[in-house]
């Protein structure tokens, strides 16, 4: 048994700090432990010995005869230490510290709580908090925590699938209270208050390696390890996480574009997917995911069916489709022409079929109908609607969607849109048929879309490599001189030059076939179109005046051949709490304005680069939106994938933003370039080159 999973096998639990006074938060887990049927030992621990309800109490850890696989600290914070060193002379794996007063006061609470951790860990004793309210094993009734949930007159206990880890202790098990309300299994639910030793998302992947986990939740505060998230995802073990702090602004936030659209926070968001774990934004929602969760179908595609009673709920059905990032299933002319035989001429047969009322006098119409959609290979998932249908009625639609359930092994999502009272054993028989139900049909398609995250085949998560790469530029190279860099690394940069001098400018203009593009290359000078930094279409009569006037910006001058017309598009890399994120999105001036863009985290999986691109709602114009030329998709890709390999190994933090890479109808070409570094001290930014 690993120190961790002792939060669920514990075979013997310590209470430090127990005590028999009446609404002492000492007593709670004695009476949570008897009151619920705890099996293993039970282990008070009090100055004063003696017994404590009943039970032999002893005056230190060391004092308890045989092993203790758990302690769970409940004394005031400044005698937490003392009780960690007592952990580690009895040989203690894991010590739950319920008490205060530590790095949520401020720099003294740190400072104490880091010296906790410190001890903790050179006696050998992981650490669950401080700060937290503890952990619960619904299978193994573990209950080493003083949550008031475990003192209500009635609260279900019986064994679950589904894991449950919070940050947040009272949010964590206040949740838990409305899984339970729900119908839902909790099998486990932890709370890991300040992270200080071990972590929520290290509770997630131990819970991941336990066999009869269905799925495993998550409210996380602070920004995930990105090695654990992998090993997680690899698990195979579907999970959903609520993660607090959307609105805070992300990181550096924004000299460049790449900076102002690679939030951490949006990092986080790519980094998910690709992971294929589900990020929710509230508890209603991470409980609908779980729902999903606790039942063994999967989908083996996005594709949707929906069948109705109501017209109505049928179309919202189909509008929330796509918005949940899936397919309205095109069914089979052989799917159609079937249910034609079954629907009411007065219904519909194309997808959402609606069976309309008629199902109320004749219950085989679901029967019929889902057997059709159950067949159809385009189908993946079907979302039954039904509204205010009462006991008798729900019962027969039940059987109905059972049956097809286990015939096709395809999920049914089950949206009912009505009141409880009208069918008060509705929710027990949708379980009992391990069938997920929601209110409305946009809470449905939601949950079905986390279940298609979760399923959809991926790449085997990848973690950078240890080769030894190509070096990051200087902290001081200049746009000529990241050009080079790019073109040595296969990627297309115009044919260019700086110039010395107005008579070297009109003999640039003439080397380059023509009018061409002068810019000015000042290190610091970020935007510089906005700065009258650029001139385009320079012939060799002006060339004299546009060195004047860029050189006078206060640097030196850039001449470059003129590229085609295309599309233009951002691709950025920058270094980010989780890793190097690259970024491809529409380009130009209209970056941040229309803010269309995908994000993966290196190194890239085989087809990451044409899934990026297939991401973007501006890939229309790439695809030759309103009779225009069709840009050369597979050279952007190349583009993207070059990025990453160039900057795979570039150490400390940096953002590579290249505004705008030109798409042409064969090749694509990077128009500009900008590089920024952070150096050794942090309250001095170098930024160098320059961007349009």
């Given at each position: 048994?690993?120190?961790?999973?002792?939060?669920?096998?514990?075979?013997?639990?310590?209470?430090?700090?127990?005590?028999?006074r009446?609404?002492?938060?000492?007593?709670?887990?004695l009476?949570?432990?008897?009151?619920?049927?705890?099996?293993?030992r039970?282990?008070?621990?009090?100055?004063?010995?003696?017994?404590?309800?009943?039970?032999?109490?002893?005056?230190?850890?060391?004092?308890?005869?045989?092993?203790?696989?758990?302690?769970?600290i409940?004394?005031?914070?400044?005698?937490?230490?003392?009780?960690?060193?007592?952990?580690?002379?009895?040989?203690v794996?894991l010590?739950?510290?319920?008490?205060?007063?530590?790095?949520?006061?401020?720099?003294?609470?740190?400072?104490?709580?880091?010296d906790l951790?410190?001890?903790?860990?050179?006696?050998?004793?992981?650490l669950?908090?401080?700060?937290?309210?503890?952990?619960?094993?619904?299978?193994?009734?573990?209950?080493?925590?003083?949550s008031p949930?475990?003192?209500?007159e009635?609260?279900?206990?019986?064994?679950?699938?589904?894991?449950?880890?919070?940050?947040?202790?009272?949010?964590?098990?206040?949740?838990?209270?409305?899984?339970?309300?729900?119908?839902?299994?909790p099998?486990?639910v932890?709370?890991?208050?300040?992270?200080a030793d071990?972590?929520?998302?290290?509770?997630l992947?131990?819970?991941?390696?336990?066999?009869?986990?269905?799925?495993?939740?998550?409210?996380?505060?602070?920004?995930?390890d990105i090695?654990?998230?992998?090993?997680?995802?690899?698990?195979?073990?579907p999970?959903?996480?609520?993660?607090?702090g959307?609105?805070?602004?992300?990181?550096?936030a924004?000299?460049?574009?790449?900076?102002?659209?690679a939030?951490?926070?949006?990092?986080?968001?790519?980094?998910?997917?690709?992971?294929?774990?589900?990020?929710?934004?509230?508890?209603?929602?991470?409980?609908?995911?779980?729902?999903?969760?606790?039942?063994?179908?999967r989908?083996?595609?996005?594709?949707?069916?929906?069948?109705?009673?109501?017209?109505?709920?049928?179309?919202?059905?189909?509008?929330?489709v796509e918005?949940?990032?899936?397919e309205?299933?095109?069914?089979?002319?052989?799917s159609?022409?079937?249910?034609?035989?079954?629907?009411?001429?007065?219904g519909?047969v194309?997808?959402?079929?609606d069976?309309?009322a008629?199902?109320l006098?004749?219950?085989?119409?679901f029967?019929?109908?889902?057997?059709?959609?159950?067949?159809?290979?385009?189908?993946d998932?079907?979302?039954?609607?039904?509204?205010?249908?009462?006991?008798?009625?729900?019962?027969?639609?039940?059987?109905?969607?059972?049956?097809?359930?286990?015939k096709g092994?395809?999920?049914?999502?089950?949206?009912?849109?009505?009141?409880?009272?009208?069918?008060?054993?509705?929710?027990?028989?949708?379980r009992?048929?391990?069938?997920?139900?929601?209110?409305?049909?946009a809470?449905?398609?939601?949950?079905?879309?986390a279940?298609?995250?979760?399923?959809?085949?991926?790449?085997?998560?990848a973690?950078?490599?240890?080769g030894?790469?190509?070096?990051?530029?200087?902290a001081?190279?200049?746009?000529?001189?990241?050009?080079?860099l790019?073109?040595?690394?296969?990627?297309?940069?115009?044919?260019?030059?700086t110039?010395?001098?107005a008579?070297?400018?009109v003999?640039?203009?003439?080397?380059?076939?023509?009018?061409?593009?002068?810019k000015?290359?000042?290190?610091?000078?970020?935007h510089?179109?906005e700065?009258?930094?650029?001139?385009?279409?320079?012939?060799?009569?002006?060339?004299?005046?546009?060195?004047?006037?860029l050189?006078a910006?206060?640097?030196?001058v850039?001449?470059?051949?003129?590229?085609?017309?295309?599309?233009e598009?951002?691709?950025?890399?920058?270094?980010?709490a989780?890793?190097t994120?690259?970024?491809v999105?529409?380009?130009?001036?209209?970056?941040?304005?229309?803010?269309?863009?995908?994000?993966?985290?290196?190194?890239?999986?085989?087809?990451?680069?044409?899934?990026?691109i297939?991401?973007?709602?501006?890939?229309?114009?790439?695809?030759?939106?309103r009779?225009?030329?069709?840009?050369?998709?597979?050279?952007?890709?190349?583009?993207?994938e070059?990025?990453?390999?160039l900057?795979?190994?570039?150490?400390?933090?940096?953002?590579?933003?290249?505004?705008?890479?030109?798409?042409?109808?064969?090749?694509?070409i990077?128009?500009?370039?900008?590089?920024?570094?952070?150096?050794?001290?942090?309250?001095?930014p170098?930024?160098?080159?320059?961007?349009?």
């Amino acid at each position: 048994m690993s120190a961790i999973s002792a939060l669920w096998n514990a075979e013997s639990i310590a209470v430090v700090g127990a005590t028999e006074r009446p609404g002492a938060l000492g007593r709670k887990p004695l009476d949570f432990l008897l009151r619920h049927g705890y099996k293993g030992r039970i282990l008070p621990v009090n100055p004063k010995g003696g017994e404590i309800l009943g039970v032999p109490a002893y005056t230190s850890l060391r004092e308890i005869p045989g092993p203790v696989d758990l302690a769970l600290i409940m004394v005031s914070a400044e005698r937490v230490a003392a009780a960690v060193d007592d952990c580690a002379a009895a040989g203690v794996p894991l010590a739950i510290v319920a008490s205060s007063g530590f790095a949520e006061t401020g720099a003294e609470g740190a400072a104490l709580q880091a010296d906790l951790v410190a001890r903790a860990r050179a006696g050998g004793v992981r650490l669950i908090g401080p700060n937290c309210i503890g952990a619960v094993s619904f299978n193994n009734r573990v209950l080493a925590t003083f949550s008031p949930l475990f003192g209500a007159e009635s609260v279900p206990f019986e064994p679950g699938t589904l894991g449950f880890v919070s940050q947040s202790g009272a949010l964590g098990f206040g949740a838990a209270s409305l899984a339970l309300q729900r119908g839902l299994r909790p099998g486990w639910v932890v709370s890991t208050g300040n992270d200080a030793d071990v972590t929520a998302l290290e509770v997630l992947r131990e819970l991941a390696a336990e066999p009869d986990v269905s799925g495993l939740l998550g409210y996380l505060e602070d920004v995930p390890d990105i090695d654990t998230l992998r090993v997680l995802s690899a698990s195979g073990k579907p999970v959903a996480l609520l993660k607090s702090g959307r609105t805070e602004a992300g990181g550096r936030a924004a000299a460049s574009h790449t900076g102002a659209l690679a939030t951490d926070d949006r990092v986080l968001d790519a980094a998910l997917r690709q992971l294929g774990i589900v990020r929710v934004d509230d508890i209603d929602e991470l409980l609908d995911v779980a729902q999903a969760f606790e039942f063994p179908l999967r989908p083996a595609g996005p594709r949707v069916a929906v069948v109705t009673t109501s017209g109505g709920s049928g179309i919202l059905a189909a509008d929330a489709v796509e918005g949940a990032g899936l397919e309205l299933s095109d069914l089979a002319p052989e799917s159609i022409a079937a249910l034609s035989e079954i629907v009411p001429p007065f219904g519909s047969v194309e997808n959402p079929v609606d069976i309309t009322a008629t199902v109320l006098s004749d219950p085989t119409l679901f029967d019929k109908s889902l057997d059709v959609l159950i067949a159809d290979e385009s189908v993946d998932i079907i979302i039954a609607c039904f509204c205010v249908m009462a006991g008798p009625d729900v019962e027969k639609a039940v059987t109905a969607l059972s049956k097809a359930a286990r015939k096709g092994g395809k999920p049914i999502l089950v949206a009912r849109t009505g009141a409880d009272f009208l069918a008060p054993d509705a929710p027990a028989m949708l379980r009992d048929a391990q069938l997920p139900d929601y209110p409305t049909p946009a809470r449905a398609l939601r949950a079905a879309s986390a279940l298609w995250q979760v399923s959809r085949p991926r790449t085997a998560p990848a973690a950078p490599g240890d080769g030894p790469g190509t070096p990051a530029p200087a902290a001081a190279a200049t746009e000529p001189e990241l050009k080079r860099l790019l073109a040595d690394a296969g990627i297309t940069v115009p044919r260019g030059r700086t110039v010395t001098d107005a008579e070297d400018a009109v003999r640039a203009v003439r080397e380059l076939g023509g009018p061409a593009v002068a810019k000015a290359v000042v290190p610091g000078l970020l935007h510089k179109s906005e700065a009258g930094g650029v001139l385009v279409g320079v012939t060799e009569a002006e060339a004299p005046g546009a060195y004047a006037k860029l050189a006078a910006l206060g640097g030196a001058v850039l001449f470059e051949e003129l590229a085609p017309e295309g599309v233009e598009v951002l691709v950025g890399a920058r270094s980010t709490a989780l890793g190097t994120v690259l970024t491809v999105g529409l380009g130009g001036v209209f970056t941040e304005l229309l803010d269309d863009v995908s994000h993966r985290l290196l190194p890239l999986a085989p087809g990451d680069a044409e899934s990026m691109i297939g991401e973007l709602r501006g890939a229309a114009l790439l695809r030759g939106a309103r009779g225009r030329a069709a840009a050369d998709e597979a050279a952007l890709a190349r583009v993207l994938e070059g990025v990453a390999g160039l900057v795979a190994s570039w150490p400390g933090e940096f953002e590579l933003d290249l505004n705008p890479v030109r798409v042409l109808p064969e090749g694509a070409i990077v128009l500009d370039a900008a590089y920024t570094t952070t150096p050794a001290d942090p309250a001095a930014p170098v930024r160098t080159a320059t961007e349009a």
